[in-house]
């Protein structure tokens, strides 16, 4: 029940398509739903964050949708391009526990 | 003016060795964690600690042991090392007790031969 599963696990997209990228979390108490990016050598860093009272967030070319009743939360990256291949952790937390819980991450290529 | 800084980058090693890696953040943060990223791209949390007291211990091989001088350092320190200890170790830190914005370091690659 503590696990979010992230899929896919490699995705190839051409420059200027909309890679989307899935989690699927079981807990009901979970209420934090942030998306990490990864650059090669670096540590993750916080991309876009959400919270179940809205089904939608956007910053910038990302977007995260998310649907509640199906507990099921996507990142979507607008206009792609080189610079956004990384690898994309979600992951979920509750204020009732406040340990993150991971996805298994996505690794993203972006094609010229 | 690194946020999160965490030394040595990286760390090549015989199997059996002690080693110990370090972590400082200057953002004034409560939270720090050490989280082990394998091959796989897999992130694993080890340990927490806020303000000094550890509040997250993983199922974790008792030759790991962190230490907090303070609230700004967390060190890890690894005793009898093995193969399968090779990964990169994150360091990182946020500003409640809780995990909101994580705050991470560059990693440290660890390689026992």
């Known amino acids: 029940q503590q696990q979010v599963k992230q899929s896919p696990q490699s995705l190839i997209v051409q420059k200027g398509g909309i890679p989307i990228i899935n989690c699927a979390y079981e807990?009901?108490?979970?209420?934090?739903f942030p998306w990490y990016q990864q650059f090669p050598g670096k540590g993750p860093a916080l991309l876009i964050a959400?919270?179940?009272d809205v089904s939608e967030k956007k910053e910038g070319r990302f977007t995260i949708s998310f649907n509640k009743s199906a507990k099921q939360f996507s990142l979507h990256i607008m206009d792609s391009q080189p610079g956004d291949s990384a690898t994309y952790f979600c992951?979920?937390?509750?204020?009732?526990?406040?340990?993150?819980?991971w996805g298994a991450g996505t690794k993203l290529i972006i094609k010229p | 003016d690194t946020a999160v800084s965490q030394t040595p980058k990286y760390l090549v090693t015989q199997m059996g060795n002690d080693k110990s890696i370090k972590c400082e953040q200057n953002?004034?943060?409560?939270?720090m964690y050490w989280y082990k990223q394998d091959s796989k791209k897999f992130l694993k949390i080890m340990f927490s600690?806020?303000?000094?007291?550890?509040?997250i211990n993983e199922t974790v091989p008792n030759r790991f042991s962190p230490k907090s001088p303070d609230k700004a350092h967390l060190n890890l320190h690894i005793n009898s090392l093995e193969l399968g200890d090779s990964a990169v170790y994150f360091c990182?830190?946020?500003?409640?007790?809780?995990?909101?914005?994580?705050?991470f370091g560059s990693g440290t690659q660890l390689s026992v031969l």
């Open positions: 959400i919270r179940p």
């Open positions: 807990n009901t108490a979970f209420d934090y």
């Open positions: 600690y806020n303000n000094k007291e550890l509040i």
């Open positions: 992951a979920a937390s509750s204020q009732s526990n406040y340990q993150l819980i």
């Open positions: 990182a830190s946020s500003p409640k007790g809780g995990s909101e914005k994580l705050f």
């Open positions: 953002l004034g943060h409560d939270t």
